[in-house]
């Protein structure tokens, strides 16, 4: 497209960006700020995985992009169009057919490959956040690896609910080493991440920051030896797939209750159905 | 009975500015030892206690602790972390305001189990069980275990910041007027479970505290600061009730019936 | 006779800084030897240090110039110079204090208050025996003696004082708001522990009791004033 550079951002700041990358991925799990540009994007619809993916796409690369699992909604859509304009590289919504895939809040369910890349867009980095207002505390935190009161606030759900409540955001560690929010995925997806062959970035914005998961390292969601992690999902298989083993998504369907359960991977799902035909 | 010191000042000097706020300062702490020092405000009994616990570095001369294995620190040359594990294990710190040690939005228990948590412990039965035996212990209700502190008064807050604290079983903690700001009746009760707590064997407590009386029923021992200085030191009963220097005599006859 | 207590050339002056450092001798060249299982009663005006002897002998006042020796664990022990820490070993294995007021403290019971001084074993038994020996009854073991009485509080002070068994014992006016009947429970106490062989330093104007409990008299006479 006339009149922008490969993939919008100049390439001086996707030079600055790219050794922010790499810091990160030298420190797994390590939090790295970066000067986070505008981007024609509202704060919140991923201008932290835009950079991200900007820096790191090439003229062969083949971009997805999911938003909560699908390929088809607006902010899914946009993304990769703003891509195919301003960088006019292929896009696909096959998980297996892309390179790098830009993700809101899911891991698409089929396995990626160690020839893939996944962005998340990261709306608060800090694990810590709600446990310690203060940066200067959660970088001391981070530095000695204090993550004590990170327990306490899964002992606090326990107390209170009698098991651990955290759907989504559920904090883990790795590497043994830092803990790190994966960004609002659900608990469902943490698995996944553990000795992930894909290599896994996570950009965050308005927060200024970048921090990676390098391909083959190990990632522990937080626990306790009588409470171990485990994951919640609908007790239904997928409606439209039959699918017992995706991540669902609750579908209200009338005004007099009715509900259906479908997968929020749209690929998979879709995939599944075709190949059942 | 003899044996070598648990911690060890010499020499501290320390200005804020143009105040010496700390001046030829020694200290000599024994395991399982309970320490005054008592001063009027601005004496610069609380700024000794940071200095003691590592949090402030002074101008001159250096504290010492010897750690269980027998070794030898320097406390304010400790890295960091070391200090830090040191804070959260092996010492404990309890501050005259518990809010300042307590997290207002986690219950009783997460405040009792945090500093387990922070060593290790990842079993949340047997940290329940801790904290639940520590509210027994400073006598709060276990119903009490899921609430939040905002929901305790003043003297439920300092008994658990004291439950808080001593879950880890401390060889040393630093109290710094810890009945202060509560009614007397309050005082009292917590007076007598800080006596029985830290009469157990291998605490050994350093207590910064303005009242003399409070001084006299829990410390062996006494050390009057006056501008910065340690004017007088001793066996608590002699200095109160045969004082010596002309400020301690000062600070004695001015209680009423300590 | 072992000797356990004895002083050498000791005085105390009261130096009142308060009151342009106004100095106040009290006690001179003092020269007192107690031996084990004997009673020394201190006798003398009013003003002669009686007291401040007593206090200087437990350490809780500070000896000037002189000697204060105790038989601590076979060795004498100089009060007069030994750090806060060896007093307080002295105190708990070898030297008792009866004072004349109980210093209560706060929510813990009489029964508790005499238990914790006992040396050996949880001492809850011995200590209810005490109390019962002095004539306190059961039902106030389980208070905290801070509404008792000044001769209850007394009883409970001797009971702490006795339970432990400390080899030298002080004790300071031990029947001064006692009744007669108590008074004959202190002399057998006093009596029976001369008998285990402890040595005891008594004040005691009760001209009968003093009979009946000293060996000998330490007679002493008021320091002149400072000039």
Known sequence: ?277 | MTGPALLSARGLGLTFGTIPALADVDVDLWPSEMLAIVGESGSGKTTLLTVLSGRLKPDRGSVRYRDPDGHIHDVHAMPAPVLRRLHRSDWGFVHQDPRQNLRMAVSAGGNVGERLMAQGARHYGDIRAAALDWLGQVEIDAERIDDLPRTFSGGMLQRLQIARTLVTHPRLVFMDEPTGGLDVSVQARLLDLIRSLVSRPRIAVVLVTHDIAVARLLAHRIAVMQRGRIVETGLTDQVLDDPQHPYTQLLVSSVLSA | MTIMLRTRGLAKTFTLHLRGGLRMPVLHDIDLSVSAGECVVLTGPSGAGKSTLMRSLYGNYRADVGQILIRHRGEMTDIATADPRAILAVRRDTLGYVSQFLRVVPRVSALDIVAEQARDGDGHEQARALLMRLNIPERLHAIPPATFSGGEQQRINLARGFIANHPILLLDEPTASLDAKNRAVVIRMVRDAKVRGTAIVAICHDADVRDAIADRLFTMTPCQEAA
Request: charged share 25%; net charge neutral.
């Open chain 1, 1 to 277: 497209m006339k009149g922008y550079n490969f993939a919008y951002l100049d390439e001086q700041t996707k030079r600055m960006i790219r050794r922010s990358l790499l810091k990160a991925v030298a420190i797994p799990g390590h939090q790295v700020p970066f000067g986070s540009r505008e981007i024609p994007l509202p704060y919140g619809w991923g201008t932290g995985g835009i950079q991200v993916t900007a820096s790191i796409l090439g003229a062969g690369d083949v971009l997805k992009v999911i938003d909560q699992g699908a390929d088809d909604t607006t902010n899914a859509v946009s993304i990769r169009r703003f891509f195919a304009r301003t960088a006019g590289i292929a896009t696909t919504t096959a998980t297996a057919d892309a390179t790098v895939i830009q993700t809101r809040h899911r891991i698409p369910e089929t396995p990626l490959r160690e020839d893939q890349i996944i962005v998340y867009q990261v709306p608060q980095p800090e694990p810590l956040f709600r446990l310690e207002s203060s940066r200067v505390e959660t970088k001391r935190m981070h530095g000695l690896a204090d993550y004590g009161s990170m327990h306490v606030k899964l002992y606090e759900d326990i107390a209170r609910f009698g098991q651990i409540s955290i759907s989504y955001d559920y904090p883990v560690m790795v590497n043994d080493r830092y803990l790190m929010s994966p960004s609002p995925i659900p608990a469902f997806d943490n698995p996944k991440m553990d000795m992930m062959p894909a290599l896994q970035l996570f950009g965050a914005g308005r927060e200024k920051r970048i921090y990676a998961i390098p391909p083959w390292t190990r990632v522990t969601s937080l626990d306790f030896q009588d409470h171990p992690f485990r994951t919640i999902n609908a007790p239904y298989p997928c409606g439209l797939c039959g699918a017992t083993d995706s991540y669902l998504d609750e579908v209200v369907t009338d005004d007099t209750g009715g509900r259906l359960y479908v997968c929020s991977d749209t690929d998979y799902c879709s995939r599944r159905r075709g190949a059942a035909e």
